[in-house]
Each structure stands twice: as C-alpha cells, then as structure tokens.
C-alpha cells in the first residue's frame, strides 16, 4: 500500500512541475514581462529542470558561450548535471531570496542561495549542501540566458 501511494506522489510531483515548467515559460516568453521577473521566472526553470532531473532542459537555458566554476562549459554543464542524476535518485534544489540587479538594458546578475539535496529516494536525502551561488545573465533574441555560474560552499 506504501508503494501504490508512494508511485501517486511522485507522479504528482511529476505533473505539478511539469505544469510549473509550463507556466514559466510562458511567463518568459511574454515581452512585457520586467526583466527581474523575467529572471526570476528562469532561475525557477533551472529550479524545475533538476528537480524533474533534465539535463537538457537545463543545458536550454544556458547561452551558447556559458561558463561556470573551474571553466565549465555549456556542454560540460549538461554533463555534470546528467551525472549527477545518473549517481542520484532523488535530486532536489530548494532556492532561497533572488536578488536580481540589472547591469545593462541586455545584463543583469542574480544572487541566491541554494539548498542541494540528493538521495537513493528513501525519506531523508542521503546528502546536502547549501551555496552561495552569483549568475550573470544576457537578454538576446527575446530571452534571458545564463551566461556564467560561479557557487562557493556556504559554511
């Protein structure tokens, strides 16, 4: 019976990130959108992609030129991330405030925290992390992309 009900959640988690997928794109696809909250709606698509554990969702959402820590690339990224969930059941991150500070028209930075969890799917994640986390971000052709990722441990 635990496992007949157990199946249920996870489905229905499923489906309500699917359908918060859904809203944060269309969302980010408006043009009349602020820029931050145009921001804040892509972060949260990051958010979603590794909670429902896709990588290329998340490698969508990063500028052809990305670069994160130690160098990584747009490709590496995905990589990392497939990883990762390969490794991991259950992969979770739960962010704290975004603070979005516009650069330019076409720049912007966005500061968070976030809490990294992952597991073999048992009640308690088996792991966890929190950091700090400092994103730069383009508007080009439309959208915002990650252009750079840069997260230090938080101690």
Known sequence: ????????????????????????????????????AAIRARIVSLQAAIDARDAGALEDLLAEDFVGNDGIDRRGARQLAAGVFLRY????????????????????????????????????PEQGQVYEVETGWRYSDGEWRLRSSGWKLRL
Do not use: H, N, Y
Not at 27 to 36: A, N, Q, R, V
Not at 100 to 110: E, G, Q, Y
Not at 114 to 121: F, I
């Open 89 to 124: 059941r259950d992969v979770a991150a739960k962010l704290g405030p975004v603070d979005v500070r516009l650069v330019s028209d076409t720049d912007a930075i966005a500061r968070f925290t976030v809490l990294a969890t992952a597991g073999s799917g048992g009640l308690l």
């Open 1 to 36: 019976m635990k496992s007949a009900a157990l199946q249920q959640w996870r489905a229905l988690r499923g489906f309500v990130i699917g359908v918060v997928v859904l809203c944060v794109m269309v969302l980010s696809s408006c043009t009349s959108t602020p820029p931050e």
